[in-house]
């Protein structure tokens, strides 16, 4: 059996989606914090669980007889992610799981500058002494992200960053299908493996893309970082979020995620899709 963690998210709950097209039903168990929200799952046969990191006892009955769990990482903005990622680690090596599989994040890296890659460092440094065997999804960043990085430039004619650099943008539903075919590959995957799409544009090279997709020259201005988010707080956004995003922008621009690998390609037999996808309207911008 696999259990998945986060399925009320979009990610893994996109992930049993997929994972419901290969298995049968009762070989899936979700486990979500608010089981009323997990309907669609039960409608097609699937145990639904109660499951919370920061409330322990749920999870030895959440994990109950996993061959593989599935685990979410923790999103919750202040919570210390890496300890509630040890909690349900710790419980899946109770519990008996043969595997355990996270979704991380290109990029993970103990001197990133970006903060939940740090996080993603460390919860694989857990993973690694559990004594199970372990698989993290490198996932490359959302691209859908996009939506809001790159600002109103339709409007604007301008994209504005504080640094710039290579990101492997990549489609959060392409992640998905990825970790529903890991999970039926029979132990294939072990330790991180990096599912990303296959280029890493420059904001200069998107300010490209967006200018022949809109047929308006867009232009990529590059800011002084403090400058940056004295703009993005008088522009209404909170400090906390314009310093989390300038973090994403520094870990850019020193390279932490400029890595693209043909994995994902060959999982999802078929080209990932591409910024210039996402850009024209065919990959949702949701947040
Ligand atoms: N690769 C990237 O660029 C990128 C970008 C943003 C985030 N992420 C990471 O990828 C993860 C999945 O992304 P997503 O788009 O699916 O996010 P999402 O839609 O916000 O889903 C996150 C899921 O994690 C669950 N969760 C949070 N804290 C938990 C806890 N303590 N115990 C159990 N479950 C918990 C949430 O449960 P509820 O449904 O009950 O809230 C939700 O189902 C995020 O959680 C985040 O860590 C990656």
């Known amino acids: ?68 769990v599935l685990l979410v990482s923790a999103s919750d903005p202040g919570a210390d992610a890496v300890a509630l990622h040890r909690t349900a680690i710790e419980a899946a090596v109770d519990a008996g799981a043969g595997r355990i599989l996270y979704t991380s994040h290109q990029g993970a890296a103990a001197d990133s500058p970006f903060g939940p890659a740090r996080d993603h460092a460390a919860t694989e440094q857990v993973l690694a002494g559990s004594g199970v065997a372990w698989t993290a999804l490198r996932n490359g960043f959302y691209a859908h992200s996009l939506g809001w990085l790159t600002g109103p430039w339709r409007e604007t004619g301008r994209i504005v960053v504080p640094a710039d650099g290579p990101v492997s943008w990549t489609a959060r539903e392409d ?46 201005e590059v800011v002084e970082p ?46 990932p899709r591409t910024v210039r996808d996402v850009l024209a309207g065919a990959v949702p911008a949701t947040p």
Do not use: K
């Open 226 to 271: 403090e400058e940056w988010v004295t703009g993005a707080v008088a522009a209404g956004q909170s400090e906390f979020l314009a310093r989390f995003t300038l973090g994403i922008h520094l870990a850019a621009r020193d390279g932490f995620f400029a890595g693209v690998d043909p994995l994902l390609g060959d999982l999802l037999r078929r080209e």
């Open 1 to 68: 059996m696999i259990v998945v963690t986060g399925a009320t998210g979009a990610l893994n709950g996109a992930t049993v989606d997929h994972l419901m097209d290969r298995l049968p039903a009762r070989d899936i168990a979700v486990a979500v914090r608010d089981v009323s929200r997990a309907d669609r799952f039960a409608a097609r046969g699937v145990e639904v669980r109660r499951g919370d990191y920061a409330d322990p006892a749920t999870l030895a009955d959440a994990f109950r007889g996993a061959d593989q």
């Open 175 to 220: 992640a998905a299908e990825a970790a529903a075919a890991v999970l039926t590959s029979d132990g294939a995957f072990d330790g991180p493996v990096t599912l990303t799409a296959g280029t890493a544009p420059t904001f200069a090279e998107i300010a490209e893309i967006a200018s022949d997709l809109s047929g308006q020259r867009i232009e990529c």
